[in-house]
């Protein structure tokens, strides 16, 4: 064998193991380790390579498959139609060279293109039949996917019942996380020290993989419609066509879009779309471009991965260069450290930036970040801004490197770095910044949810030395915060009553609110429902703890920690002092409690509603049913669902007993 054939076997079998290592990291933990390009780079090398040497091509390579493999814990639905992925290019070139393909294959007839945006999220189907929401499915293998449809419910733009709708109706679209709320929900996950999500696709993926459709719904998710599988009581002749019919039928669609006959036209669409792109609600990172009659997409065909009749071209990121003028220690609700780029303010992807993250002292050494530096940055996700390389050839030696501090720039006390872990933290509770920041979650929409007392108001009142810890918001008094800059007396007394109302809040956002690490809202749900109060869950042994739902190894231990802590106590006794009287309805002799439910088919209200009256009574929602099921409560039509729980032996209810089970509580 020649060296170059040697070399060309060796590097496809790495190569598609790195690739699938990739995918799964992609689909299945939804946490990439590289970015799109360097993704599509990898990719693009691998089917070079096998199409060159065809006799190296590994069984089962990742280029033979689509997306990654149904997850386990939900139902599986096979595509009435395969769902295929798109060939895709970042070149001009390479798209001129597609419309020529075509043209050629369809010689002397005018080809008619759709340009639209390519939406940067969660590939999904979703069958109406008669115009009924019956389910919703990721693309999975392409061949089958999970079932998604309690999630897919919770989506805000979705109609669940369709008027004047084709009799079977396979709709094809992308679930998106809007870009405002991605960019919430990583400042909150920052917040309570959580791994914060790359970008909008993957806070998506992420939240559609919950099987709790409570969380799915908190996400701010929206769907965009750009294709057909399945479709009977309807004749489509060209896709410009869908777009009026999923206008008809309110189902949303792309609100922009170019037909094209000509490469030129194709350019000029893409350029054009590539201009106002940065105002959609959601991420677009590039174009699609699709033939428009189905008759000559048919002639045309597919291979088993893509259609031949459809191209993605991805724009580039948009990066830019500006100068890092400093190196600024941003300090968490925990103690963690963050140092933040300080940028000449420039404008990227939309709008201008001036900080970014910079993770951590390992990361601006891997990059050799220099304060000083010319510095090339470009928003992942088209949202979150950060430092992607230095240019080192611009530095004129008075740059200088940057070092964590050993002491914490808010307080001066010493910092550690926990075993094995990148961050670093501020051990002393008293910090200020820290304080700051633990105040404010207390007070927070999500926690106790006392209107006036943002980080604004929080930062004013520890300056003062009016407040050290949360207990001391229930000292304050009309005339200490006129004391104030800034403050009337009209927002003084709002202010006040908030603090008064605030007092009576539910038992779990009380716990929430108490910042405990890794604590989230669910768990805060999970362990007011399973203790009913305060006490009982301050004096919880870590296995008691543990069987909790939400309540893992970890939690279990950070609980114990938080409440072994003499000052947390205290804290909580003062609250208690102060007249706080977190209200809770005693769930534990609630039917409901510590159940696991699945619920299916068509019942007389929508199903996240009716997960809701379950998880309000401290019962769990599943997304299939297993032996750990209590009970499946089976509308009309229920399938497969009802067959598992038959065969597994599980309690099934029809909605009288579930709505007799209610009035009983
Ligand atoms: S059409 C058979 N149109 O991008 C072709 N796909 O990279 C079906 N996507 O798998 C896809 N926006 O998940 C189409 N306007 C659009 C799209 C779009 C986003 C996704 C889709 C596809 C992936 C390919």
Redesign the pocket.
């Known amino acids: 064998m020649a060296d170059s054939e040697a070399y060309a076997k060796a590097r496809v079998e790495k190569l598609a193991n790195e690739i699938r290592a990739h995918n799964r990291r992609y689909y299945e933990q939804t946490a990439p380790t590289i970015s799109d390009r360097e993704y599509d780079s990898l990719y693009r090398e691998l089917t070079d390579l096998e199409k060159k040497f065809p006799q190296f091509a590994v069984k089962d390579s990742p280029t033979r498959r689509v997306g990654g493999d149904p997850l386990k814990q939900f139902e599986s639905v096979t595509h009435r139609v395969p769902m295929?992925?798109?060939d895709?290019t970042y070149s001009e070139e390479e798209l001129a060279e597609f419309y020529v393909r075509i043209a050629k294959a369809l010689p002397d007839e005018s080809i008619p293109v759709v340009v639209?945006?390519?939406?940067d999220g969660v590939?999904v189907s979703v069958l109406y039949e008669d115009g009924k929401l019956r389910y919703a499915a990721t693309r999975g293998d392409g061949t089958a996917g999970d079932d998604i449809t309690q999630n897919f419910r919770t989506i805000r733009n979705v109609p669940r019942v369709l008027k004047g709708a084709p009799a079977i109706f396979e709709v094809?679209g992308?679930i998106y996380m809007d870009k405002a709320g991605f960019a919430k929900l990583n400042a909150e996950r920052a917040e309570a020290g959580k791994t914060l999500f790359a970008n909008p696709r993957n806070a998506a993926a992420g939240s559609l993989k919950q099987l709790d459709p409570k969380i799915a719904a908190q996400r701010p998710l929206g769907v965009v419609f750009?294709?057909t599988g399945a479709l009977e009581g309807a004749k489509l002749e060209k896709h410009s066509e869908l777009f009026g019919l999923l206008e008809k039928l309110k189902l949303p669609t792309?609100t922009k879009w170019w037909p094209a006959q000509s490469v030129d036209e194709i350019l000029g669409a893409i350029r054009e779309l590539d201009r106002m792109r940065h105002d959609f609600a959601y991420a677009t990172d590039g174009a699609?471009i699709k033939v428009d009659r189905f008759e000559q997409r048919k002639r045309l065909g597919s291979t088993s991965k893509?259609?031949r009749w459809?191209i993605?071209y991805k724009y580039e990121a948009e990066r830019v260069e500006t100068k890092l003028q400093d190196i600024l220690i941003q300090v968490g609700r925990t103690g963690s450290l963050t140092p933040v780029a300080v940028l000449e303010p420039v404008f990227v992807s939309g709008s201008t930036v001036s900080r970014a993250t910079l993770h951590n002292e390992e990361e601006i050494a891997r990059k050799d970040i220099r304060i000083g530096d010319t510095v090339i940055i470009e928003k992942a996700g088209e949202v979150i801004p950060a430092v992607v390389a230095v240019k080192t050839e611009l530095r004129t030696g008075a740059e200088k490197k940057f070092r964590m501090p050993k002491k914490c720039p808010a307080c001066g006390s010493s910092v550690v770095k926990d075993e094995g872990q990148v961050a670093v933290r501020c051990i002393n509770s008293q910090c200020p910044a820290q304080v700051k920041r633990r105040i404010t979650h207390f007070a927070s929409r999500g926690a106790m949810d006392i209107e006036g007392l943002g980080e604004m108001m929080v930062g004013q009142l520890v300056d003062a030395e009016l407040v050290r810890d949360v207990a001391d918001i229930y000292r304050l008094a009309v005339d200490r915060l006129l004391a104030l800059e800034r403050v009337g007396e009209k927002s003084a007394n709002n202010l006040i009553a908030a603090i008064e109302q605030s007092k009576t809040r539910p038992l779990w956002k009380l716990i929430f609110g108490l910042g405990i690490l890794h604590v989230g809202e669910t768990a805060a749900r999970g362990l007011a429902n399973h203790f009913g109060d305060l006490s009982k869950l301050m004096d919880a042994e870590i296995d008691e703890l543990e069987r909790i739902n939400d309540v893992g190894e970890v939690v279990a231990s950070s609980i114990r920690q938080f409440f072994h802590e003499p000052h947390n106590r205290e804290i909580i006794a003062r609250l208690q002092d102060f007249g706080l009287k977190p209200t809770h309805e005693a769930l534990e002799s609630s039917a409901f409690a510590g159940t696991s439910w699945v619920i299916t088919g068509a019942l007389s209200q929508p199903r996240d509603e009716i997960a809701e009256l379950v998880l309000a009574r401290g019962g769990k929602v599943a997304g299939s049913v297993s032996k750990k099921t209590s009970y499946v409560l089976a509308g009309d039509d229920a399938g497969s669902k009802l067959e598992k729980a038959r065969k597994l032996g599980v309690r099934v209810i029809l909605e009288p007993e579930f709505r007799a089970m209610l009035s009983s509580e």
Do not use: H
């Open positions: 295929l992925s798109l895709n639209e945006p390519k939406v590939a094809r992308e750009y294709g792309a699609v893509s259609p459809a993605a």
